[in-house]
Nanobody, 121 residues
Framework: QVQLVESGGGLVQAGGSLRLSCAAS????????MGWYRQAPGKLRELVAA???????NYADSVKGRFTISRDNAKNTMFLQMNSLKPEDTAVYYC???????????????WGPGTQVTVSS
């Protein structure tokens, strides 16, 4: 089994910063792409940022220049540094990873349970 667990969410004032972490554990042979998604009340889940195993990144236009995604392949961990936060960044943030459990398994997408980020104005 594989588990993803997010941490680092919380309440912050507009203009502040938070750093989210996502740790993958369990039977892991390799991790391909990883990403952060978010879902605000009444809205669809959207991609915030993604990173390949080689470190290539892409961001939603709404967070470019403010958020930075990174990962530590040796520790199966991913991060999201969020600066200059705005009230519209308020959402539940989810970690996603494409993981192969063994060399014989097909890569599968896994999701964390989510962590709440609330930005007050």
């Amino acid at each position: 089994q594989v588990q993803l667990v997010e941490s680092g969410g919380g309440l912050v004032q507009a203009g502040g910063s938070l750093r989210l972490s996502c740790a993958a554990s369990g039977s892991i042979f390799s991790i391909n792409d990883m990403g952060w998604y978010r879902q605000a009340p009444g809205k669809l889940r959207e991609l915030v940022a993604a990173i390949t195993s080689g470190g290539s990144t892409n961001y939603a236009d709404s967070v470019k220049g403010r958020f930075t995604i990174s990962r530590d392949n040796a520790k199966n961990t991913m991060f999201l540094q969020m600066n200059s936060l705005k009230p519209e960044d308020t959402a539940v943030y989810y970690c996603n990873a494409n993981i192969k459990m063994t060399i014989f398994h097909k890569a599968t997408d896994y999701w964390g349970p989510g962590t709440q980020v609330t930005v007050s104005s």
